[in-house]
């Protein structure tokens, strides 16, 4: 007897995909209106009539009550609905839309703690309207094409590579912006809140969009949506902020024991989607080695306090914990070396840190821009006994020049936008990127070419001077980060970082720590090129035409 065939059941219990939300509305003067923000599509893999949910974080649909408005019509579509002539949106139906207080108190406490110095993106004048959760039924099953499997992430670890998947700007071309794809870190973790910031530049419209970490495979890990952004009031930089979807669900599901919320009996929400008991649904990201890498580079990047003879601060930055009794940092950093009882240096981890106690600074070269901190016998000790993590276990004697090159993909790690709280542990920022540029000069007098300067497109923000820019690949440390680029007109560049190579750090070092062995100072072309002054002779050439 032939054998019968058993269809083959799904892997994945549910898909996603991503998606656009279209508001079409008459204003006060009963003209027709429309705005659009991203969205995600969830739908079952096993029922095909079922139409799925589209979920988004957006406060254009919180505002004025726009979700429960009846003169509101709403549509979505995905990538699959654009052809060569048409753009198919689906009509929607609101279900329910979600209070997220951890989202919300996470907002607050860096647009009002800390004196106004972000400001959140979409801009409202009320906080509590972008941290809704709205969710919407589809009348029918969204276009099923270009579906990709739905599993949620586990803790997600800072320097994971994400994508967002969303639709920017579709309001003004939903040909073109429909599943529009960005990439970015997860710079940093709140632990409280699970909440993700991300270098990834913000758009309007980005919010609701599905935030994805690289698992290498094309289809991802599902991280959380999109909320939007803090931006810094000075323009210095921003940062996206993502909410989990380990704490999405678990928001619905307070809201559906909760009896003073009103009972969400209309939102046919699967099960499993709710008590986060699909396994299938549940199996930690795969992690890229860089992932691993970063935890490692980030606990030799030291947070560099300075404080006002009040007691006050007055600014910080930076440091990389080179050996276990030396610390490399940026002069800007501690511009007056006589008040370094004023500066405390503190580790990442622990409950609050471990401050360091410095006993001495040099600076080994005028005209560049570091200097070197030379701790106490105490917390070399310590960081001795307890076997540490640092910068250069064992400095070479040779400029690593063959290790820089252009291209290169990097992690840039600092202190950089968030001033570090004296109460709280300060927990750097990780940026990826890539090498962008290199300047090779003599180091020393009669010593061959090698790094002088190089730049990155890792984000570098205010705070970061003196952190590392490390081979994302190994680990090994590249480089001290020193500024980010800023025009006469006071625009700031973050992805465009300047980089004292880690041959001009171990020249500085051996200067400061080994005597020298008989070098001399740096090269005056080096001092010039960190200037911003000639170092090139420019020639143009003369080409004779032929008659």
């Not at 998606?19 to 509305?25: D, G, P």
């Not at 400001?119 to 509590?128: H, V």
């Not at 992805?495 to 062995?517: A, D, E, H, S």
Request: net charge positive.
């Amino acid at each position: 007897m032939a054998a019968v065939a058993r269809k083959k059941k799904p892997r994945w219990k549910y898909l996603y995909a991503a998606a656009a939300i279209k508001v079409i509305y008459k204003d006060d003067e009963n003209m027709q209106r429309q705005v659009a923000v991203s969205g995600v599509y969830v739908c079952s893999s096993e029922d095909v009539d079922d139409p799925g949910f589209v979920f988004t974080i957006s406060s254009v649909l919180s505002c004025k009550d726009v979700a429960t408005d009846p003169r509101c019509a709403f549509y979505a579509a995905t990538p699959a609905a654009v052809s060569s002539t048409s753009v198919t949106w689906t009509p929607l139906a609101h279900s329910t839309s979600t209070d997220l207080p951890l989202l919300r108190t996470f907002i607050s406490s860096h647009t009002t703690a800390l004196a106004n110095t972000f400001t959140f993106l979409p801009s409202s004048t009320d906080l509590t309207l972008p941290t809704l959760l709205a969710v919407f039924r589809p009348q029918t099953r969204l276009t099923p094409a270009a579906l990709s499997p739905f599993s949620f992430a586990g803790p997600t670890p800072a320097g994971a590579k994400l994508v967002f998947r969303g639709a920017p700007f579709v309001a003004d071309s939903p040909a073109i912006f429909l599943g529009f794809e960005t990439r970015g870190t997860a710079s940093f973790v709140d632990d409280a809140s699970g909440v993700v910031l991300s270098d990834a530049r913000y758009m309007d419209g980005i919010e609701g969009s599905a935030a994805i970490i690289d698992d290498d495979s094309g289809d991802g890990v599902q991280l959380g949506v999109v909320a939007g952004a803090l931006r810094k009031v000075n323009g210095e930089g921003e940062m996206v902020v993502v909410y989990p979807w380990t704490a999405i669900v678990k928001d619905l599901a307070s809201q559906l024991s909760s009896s003073r919320r009103r009972a969400l009996q209309d939102l046919d929400l699967p099960t499993s989607l709710l008590t986060l008991k699909d396994t299938s649904a549940l199996d930690p990201a795969p992690l890229s080695s860089s992932s691993d890498n970063a935890a490692a580079m980030a606990h030799c990047v030291v947070c560099i306090r300075l404080r006002n003879r009040n007691g006050s601060r007055r600014s910080w930055g930076s440091g990389i914990l080179l050996t276990p009794a030396v610390i490399v940092t940026n002069h800007h950093v501690i511009p007056d070396l006589d008040q370094l009882s004023l500066a405390s240096v503190t580790l990442p981890g622990g409950k609050n840190g471990t401050t360091l106690g410095v006993e001495r600074a040099e600076k080994p070269f005028e005209g560049i821009d570091m200097i070197f901190l030379f701790l106490n016998k105490r917390s070399s000790s310590a960081i001795l006994a307890c076997n540490y993590p640092t910068a250069i276990p064992s400095l070479s004697s040779t400029t690593p020049s063959s290790t820089i090159h252009r291209n290169q993909p990097v992690t840039a790690i600092g202190y950089g936008l968030f001033p570090p709280s004296p109460t709280t542990t300060p927990t750097p920022l990780l940026s990826h990127g890539h090498i962008t540029s290199t300047v090779p000069l003599p180091l020393l007098p009669h010593t061959p070419p090698s790094p002088a300067l190089f730049t990155v497109s890792a984000a570098c923000w205010n705070g970061a001077s003196g952190g590392g820019v490390f081979a994302s690949d190994t680990g090994a440390l590249l480089g001290m980060i020193t500024s980010n680029a800023k025009t006469d007109r006071g625009v700031v560049y973050p992805t465009l970082g300047f980089v004292i190579p880690v041959g001009v750090v171990l020249l500085g070092y051996r200067r400061c720590v080994m005597k020298g062995r008989g070098e001399g100072g740096i090269s005056e072309r080096v001092v010039r090129l960190w200037k911003m002054q000639t170092t090139h002779v420019e020639i143009f050439e003369k080409i004779k035409t032929k008659l």
